[in-house]
């Protein structure tokens, strides 16, 4: 009773008048550490955001340096906004409280708007060709102050996650541990993909552009949990948003997509992106971004006790058999980790 008092307060705070009577429902939650919070019911009504206050502002998964001194989604919101993109608008603030008030983006997700699949093409469309101009307008407007330009997708990072499937894929799942032999195989391999893929250029990175990260309101895509974009390479979001581990497109459309970012891209900034290599980058990155998230979604179930992850498994190692088989020079890798994760033989 306590929280639901404290949860009306600061909507009533936010929006100039109090809400003694609005009904309480707490959202479905992610794998982060914050929790969500409807107030009121439609058309009145907001969501809660709130953060344990001693996490509020490091990043869960492996970053370099000290905790940063704004909160992320604030810093990361205002540059975003700044850009033109529709973002979930702020209406409180209450850092002390670890609380923020948001307008309420109702349930639909993109990944609840492609249900039926009456809508696939043109969602998927226009989630390109926005992706597009974030990062055609972000590499035009580099903007040191935001935090997403001060920490990078850099060698040591890709190679943890890399570590973090060993972990929790390979050997969580087989209850077996390499041989010395063959984690010296490992340790040389993943050091050598995450070489290639640190050397390509960076540039304003979501880290998560996928199905449950954009929102289908009026009409509109508006992009949330952005509070951990970095500097990467363009095709990274697009393995996100492609490679979703909870929606599977076929290869076929997947291609059409690349194509039409290049095409889009191109259009916003005359650059011709020569489309063989960018994809063969996308295969490559999509090995190791598929990798993280199977042993990710084994950590989150072990040791968050979140199991809501386990089923999503099976998609993102059938990315990665894809990507071996897209990736021929990588048999090496492959025919090791399959001795662990079967599947991927």
């Known amino acids: 009773m306590e929280l639901e008092a404290a949860l009306r307060d600061q909507v009533g705070k936010a929006i100039g008048r109090p809400v003694p009577q609005a009904p309480i429902t707490k959202l479905k939650g992610d794998a982060s550490n914050r929790s969500y919070y ?33 909160l992320p989604f604030i810093n990361v919101h205002r540059y975003l906004e700044g850009l033109g993109i529709r973002v979930p608008r702020i209406l409180r603030y209450d850092e002390p409280a670890g609380m923020m008030v948001l307008e309420d983006l109702t349930d639909r997700t993109f990944e609840a708007a492609l249900e039926g699949g009456k809508h696939r093409d043109e969602l998927y469309t226009r989630a390109v060709d926005l992706l597009a101009r974030l990062r055609a307008q972000a590499e035009r407007h580099v903007d040191p102050n935001c935090l997403a330009f001060t920490r990078a997708f850099d060698e040591d990072l890709y190679d943890w996650e890399l570590h973090h499937f060993r ?86 459309f997947v291609d059409a997509m690349l194509d039409r970012y290049i095409a889009t891209f191109a259009q916003l900034t005359g650059e011709r992106i020569e489309p063989t290599g960018f994809k ?66």
Not at 40 to 53: C, H, N, Q, R
Not at 195 to 212: I, M, W
């Open 167 to 252: 972990e929790w894929g390979m050997e969580a799942w087989s209850g077996k541990k390499p041989t010395d032999a063959e984690r010296a195989e490992l340790d040389r391999v993943f050091r050598d993909i995450a070489k290639q893929l640190a050397a390509a250029p960076r540039g304003f990175t979501h880290r998560d552009y996928q199905s449950r990260n954009i929102m289908v309101k009026d009409g509109e895509l508006v992009v949330i949990d952005f509070q951990d974009a970095l500097q990467g390479p363009r095709q990274y979001d697009l393995v996100a948003l492609l490679r979703d581990s909870y929606v599977e497109l076929d290869r076929g």
């Open 38 to 70: 409807r107030v009121g019911t439609a058309p009145e009504s907001w969501v809660l955001m709130v953060m344990p206050l001693e996490a509020s502002k490091k990043s869960e998964e492996a970053s370099k340096g000290e905790p940063p001194k704004e």
């Open 280 to 345: 063969a980058f996308f295969d490559l990155l999509t090995l190791q971004r598929k990798m993280k998230d199977a042993g990710r979604f084994e950590f989150i179930n072990r040791v968050k006790g979140n199991p809501g992850f386990l089923v999503s498994i099976p998609a993102s190692l059938r990315y990665v058999r894809d990507a071996f088989e897209r990736r021929p020079e990588m048999g090496g890798l492959r025919k090791l980790v399959a001795k662990y994760v079967p599947e991927l033989g």
